[in-house]
């Protein structure tokens, strides 16, 4: 942010004066809305980082590249629009993903490095990925390699089953929020609509509405019911791979609404409908992930990555 001055004195002014300290003139008061967000980042965190670019994005959070200078490396810094932060149940969202993830620490979650609150702001940060998004390789490349999708698929299976087993359901796996870094590994970010098992099992939400992308929502959740568990992400978990096998969504449909009905109503295609090479043990394990009936679909992440282990 530029120098304030005086404009009767032309002296310097402090960026909070009322009043010029040198010849008394009133001063209209300048905003920290007024200050590009990047600078604000860059006071909270101090001269041992310097901020970047921005990376990044949407109608909750702001993400920023930001070097490390002292260790001598990149991260993501993920900060709260500052619109929201004067809403109580914003903060506790934003709070509760960087509470949340910074529990875990397994290969396929993207963790979190430290986190903060200053000057109106708050902000975590996570190690930066060189790499790309699942939603992006698939818009760009259609489905993978079928070698490729099992392993991805695998992956976030294990990383689910970490997170499961601390008590932490994702409610937003999708292809947008996993990162596949440039060897191809797989992992799990954005946990801002989590939920912890062993807490209230409410939702943070700004009108009481249903939270997630409509196309990867159990029908449970596209419900909205107050009780899920983790066996929401398998289905979600179910979604993404079927996507990465065959390059569509088992479920179509002119609007959201009719999306979720469906899911209620009809059985998920068969992929191998789509592309016959697929094996018919993998076939199974996709189709058992989008069981409806929660009971009926595998009951552990980790059951996924065995029989996916196994079937190699």
Request: net charge neutral; aromatic share 8%; hydrophobic share 40%.
């Amino acid at each position: 942010m530029e120098p304030r001055t005086c404009e009767k004195c032309d002296k310097a002014l402090p960026i909070d004066a009322r009043f010029c300290p040198h010849c008394g003139t009133p001063l209209a008061l300048v905003s920290e809305f007024d200050t590009p967000l990047a600078e604000r980042l860059a006071r909270a965190l101090g001269p041992d980082f310097t901020v970047l670019a921005e990376l990044g994005r949407g109608g909750f959070a702001v993400v920023f590249s930001v070097r490390d200078q002292r260790l001598e490396r990149y991260l993501a810094v993920k900060v709260m629009r500052p619109e929201l932060f004067a809403s109580s149940v914003a903060r506790e969202r934003f709070h509760r993903e960087a509470q949340f993830v910074a529990q875990l620490d397994h290969p396929h979650v993207l963790r979190v490095v430290f986190a903060g609150e200053q000057g109106g702001i708050s902000y975590f940060a996570m190690p930066r990925v060189k790499g790309e998004t699942l939603e992006r390789r698939l818009e760009r490349e259609g489905p993978m390699v079928l070698e490729d999708g099992i392993r991805v698929f695998r992956e976030l299976a294990m990383g689910l089953a970490y997170a499961h087993g601390k008590d932490v359901v994702h409610r937003d796996v999708k292809p947008a929020n996993v990162l596949l870094d440039t060897n191809g590994k797989a992992l799990l970010v954005d946990f801002g609509i989590a939920k912890g098992l062993s807490r209230d099992g409410g939702t943070l939400s700004f009108t009481g509405a249903v939270i997630g992308t409509p196309e990867y929502m159990s029908p449970e959740q596209a419900s909205g019911s107050r009780s899920l568990d983790h066996r929401s992400d398998i289905y979600s978990l179910g979604v993404v791979a079927f996507e990465m096998l065959t390059g569509a969504q088992p479920f179509t449909a002119a609007s959201p609404h009719e999306v979720a009905h469906r899911k209620t109503r009809a059985v998920a295609p068969n992929v191998r409908h789509f592309r016959s090479e697929i094996p018919a043990t993998l076939a199974a394990v996709v189709a058992r992930a989008l069981e409806c009936d929660p009971d009926r679909r595998w009951q552990t992440a980790g059951d996924i990555v065995d029989r996916l282990s196994s079937s190699a």
